[in-house]
């Protein structure tokens, strides 16, 4: 649910709490000021999840912003690059480092370092 569906939902729960409290005058006051406070503190409650929630929103779009930057420069870098994991599996490779070694970049991924190292030089 979104920041707007859930303020909506919060108001359509205000209401339908406001419209019991006022059709119900049969419960002692107290009641009503027990159920009128834990109404009030669950809005709270909400109204500080939707600005977490807001403010979630604005970092994930910020990291996504500086991830596609990273991938940008990655990517579009004028020295060749590769990523590798521990076992020495490529896992990422860009435009220059395919082109130094004369093969298309989705080849390298998936592909072992040490097969594109001369074995003179391993």
């Not at 990273?70 to 690059?81: K, S, V």
């Not at 521990?86 to 989705?106: C, D, F, P, R, W």
């Not at 080849?107 to 040490?114: A, C, F, R, S």
């Amino acid at each position: 649910m979104n920041v707007n569906g859930f303020s909506q939902h919060i108001e359509k729960l205000r209401s339908q709490v406001e419209g019991i409290l006022e059709c119900d005058t049969t419960k002692p006051i107290s009641q009503q000021e027990i159920i009128i406070e834990a109404f009030e503190e669950l809005n709270i409650a909400m109204e500080e999840l939707l600005t977490a929630c807001e403010e979630l929103e604005v970092t994930r779009a910020a990291v996504e912003k500086e991830r596609q930057r990273y991938q940008d420069l990655f990517e579009f870098a004028p020295d060749g690059y590769l990523v590798t994991d521990t076992a020495g599996i490529i896992q990422e490779a860009n435009y220059a480092i395919a082109n130094l070694l004369s093969v298309h970049q989705k080849y390298l991924v998936g592909k072992p370092l040490i097969v594109f190292i001369a074995q003179q030089d391993r």
